[in-house]
């Protein structure tokens, strides 16, 4: 399992682009072309994207998303969206005990409860080693995750200066680099060694066993992972065909 040392200027670069234009369709955002907004610390990336048609000028010669930039947009929220429902299942995963938080989530009444739970000891995150070990980008999955959860905060006064500076990009490499790795994982059972990518495969034949169980009536995931992940001995023909031949973590994002 490769250690992150670095996001290259290019990843960085397409990263800025896709969240200054989620947070424009999302709040119906433009940027004054003088600057005077603070938006002159990403000049750089809305010269990207204007150049390449997301953004145009507005009646107020403001930066505002294009009908391109809208769908590029909306095409992203629904691809993090379909990351995360496959992944977020190995967020909790008692690797002891081999369970999942996941399987006791709808005994929970409240959200209380259920982050009381999961904020208990004995769950480690999984979700970075199994993405890498399934051929896809853990930077990826934790920007998805930072989208989701706001976790670049916009409502700060210099916020445009940190993302142009590399500050978010910072945090989301060390958050992949401090993840449990496959070798961490490697243990003697008292005959042989067990290998980290073996237990790795077993942790994610179980969780997304678990997913078709809690997505039992979701064609679509079904079928996904009939072609992506089939499980060992099961076949259903009646499954309609997957929304893409290679699974979506494998195919990298791009704008």
């Known amino acids: 399992m490769t250690t992150q040392t670095a996001i290259t200027p290019e990843t960085q670069q397409l990263f800025s682009a896709t969240f200054l234009l989620d947070y424009m369709a999302k709040n119906k955002a433009t940027f004054d072309t003088l600057a005077t907004d603070g938006s002159e610390d990403f000049s750089s990336t809305l010269q990207w994207l204007l150049a390449r048609d997301y953004i145009a000028f507005d009646n107020k010669h403001c930066y505002a998303i294009a009908t391109k930039g809208q769908q590029a947009a909306e095409r992203f929220a ?17 690797l002891e005990a081999g369970c999942f938080a996941y399987q006791e ?13 999961i904020q208990q000891e004995q769950w480690e995150d999984m979700r970075i080693p199994l993405i890498q070990q399934l051929g896809g980008s853990a930077i990826e999955l934790v920007f998805c995750q930072f ?7 916009t409502s700060t006064a210099g916020w445009q200066y940190e993302i142009a500076n590399g500050i978010p990009w910072a945090e989301i490499l060390a958050i992949c680099n401090s993840a449990l790795t496959a070798e961490q994982l ?23 066993a678990l997913l078709r169980d809690l997505y039992s009536d979701d064609i679509e995931i079904h ?17 309609q ?15």
Do not use: C
């Open 186 to 208: 490697n243990y003697d059972d008292g005959s042989e060694m067990i290998s980290g990518e073996h237990i790795l495969d077993d942790i994610t034949s179980q969780g997304f």
């Open 147 to 153: 989208v989701k959860e706001d976790r670049i905060d």
């Open 78 to 94: 629904n691809r993090y969206q379909t990351i995360l429902t496959y992944f977020d299942v190995f967020a909790h995963v008692d």
């Open 241 to 255: 065909a997957p929304s893409s031949d290679k699974p979506i973590w494998q195919s990298p994002w791009n704008l």
């Open 223 to 239: 079928s996904d992972l009939a072609a992506w992940y089939p499980q060992h001995g099961v076949q259903n023909p009646s499954l």
């Open 105 to 117: 989530y709808q005994n929970f009444s409240s959200t209380a409860q259920w982050q009381r739970y």
